[in-house]
């Protein structure tokens, strides 16, 4: 079991800058896959970024580029680096942790990013 806390969200102008991070509870997060999700009202939750429990990355094609996913194994915290945001990054964000082993997925509860002038 693993808990995940989101924090970093807010309201920024188009062009701006955010930093989401997410905290987990519990030992062995360094063999969690990670990821980030988003939810913009009225759509599907949708995939942002994720690192893998090696590093490795993938990204969303709506964020490449400007977005960047990282890891502090020693931390036990992920972060999303949001560079050159845009009106359509507006949504919940969700932090998510998964398990290699079994599958199984935990969430954070989520937080607001609102881009808009």
């Known amino acids: 079991q693993v808990q995940l806390v989101e924090s970093g969200g807010g309201l920024v102008q188009p062009g701006g800058s955010l930093r989401l991070s997410c905290a987990t509870s519990?030992?062995?997060?360094?063999?969690?896959?990670m990821g980030w999700y988003r939810q913009a009202p009225g759509k599907q939750r949708e995939l942002v970024a994720r690192?893998?429990?090696?590093?490795?990355?993938n990204y969303a094609d709506s964020v490449k580029g400007r977005f960047t996913i990282s890891r502090d194994n020693a931390k036990n915290t992920v972060y999303l680096q949001m560079n050159s945001l845009k009106s359509e990054d507006t949504a919940v964000y969700y932090c998510?942790?998964?398990?290699?082993?079994?599958?199984?997925?935990?969430w954070g509860q989520g937080t607001q990013v609102t881009v808009s002038s």
């Open positions: 998510q942790a998964r398990l290699p082993i079994t599958g199984t997925d935990f």
């Open positions: 519990g030992s062995r997060f360094s063999i969690y896959h």
């Open positions: 690192i893998s429990s090696a590093g490795n990355t």
